[in-house]
Structures are given as C-alpha cells and as structure tokens.
Nanobody, 124 residues
Framework: QVQLVESGGGLVQAGGSLRLSCAAS????????MGWFRQAPGKEREFAAA????????AYADSVKGRFTISRDSAKNTVYLQMNSLKPEDTAVYYC?????????????????WGQGTQVTVSS
C-alpha cells in the first residue's frame, strides 16, 4: 500500500513563505504525476500545482502562478511546494496526490492516491 504524508504546514504572516513536503512510502509504485490541491473552509477542494514525475512538466492554478513552485526529488520520493508571498486567501488544508495513469495533471479526479492534508494558515 502506498502512503503520501504531507508536512511543512503552519501559521505564517501575509507575505511570508512556507515549503510543503510530501513523501511517498510503502510499496514501489509508478506515478505519472504528483500534485497539490487545497481546500479552504466552506469551499470545494481545488487544484494548486502539479508536476509530471519523469519529465518535470509543471502546471499551476492562476491564483498561485508566480508565487508557488512545485518540484520533485526522485531519489527521496518526495514532492515539494514552495509557497512565497502568501496571502490570507491561501489559507487552506493542502493535500498531496499522485496520479498513476497519464491524464491531464490539473484534473483532480484523475488523481487516485491522496495524503491526509496539512493545514496552512496565513494571517493578515
């Protein structure tokens, strides 16, 4: 069984930075892409960023483009989300997910393995 474990969330002031990590553990699995999604209070979960695992092609939601950077370390089996210039509207639970079959990497329902989430709170 594969597990995705997120870390790095917390409380930060507006304008600050955080780096989220997502480590995959368990059985070896082939993944096409990994992504970060977020769910703010009272809202649906939405796409934030994604990266294809082998080539490193990235995609970002317009709301985070230019502020967030997704990267991966194949040797560590880990994907990261560097978040800069954080805004109060970035407050959400951030989820890491893996896609094992090649599809559009911004498509939420294409991801079939999910982590438990990590809370990010940005104060004004």
């Amino acid at each position: 069984q594969v597990q995705l474990v997120e870390s790095g969330g917390g409380l930060v002031q507006a304008g600050g930075s955080l780096r989220l990590s997502c480590a995959a553990s368990g059985r070896t699995f082939s993944r096409y892409a990994m992504g970060w999604f977020r769910q703010a209070p009272g809202k649906e979960r939405e796409f934030a960023a994604a990266i294809t695992w082998s080539v490193g092609i990235t995609a970002y939601a317009d709301s985070v483009k230019g502020r967030f950077t997704i990267s991966r370390d194949s040797a560590k089996n880990t994907v990261y989300l560097q978040m800069n210039s954080l805004k109060p509207e970035d407050t959400a639970v951030y989820y890491c997910a893996a896609m094992t079959t090649a599809r559009g990497i911004s498509i939420q329902h294409a991801y079939n393995i999910w982590g438990q989430g990590t809370q990010v709170t940005v104060s004004s």
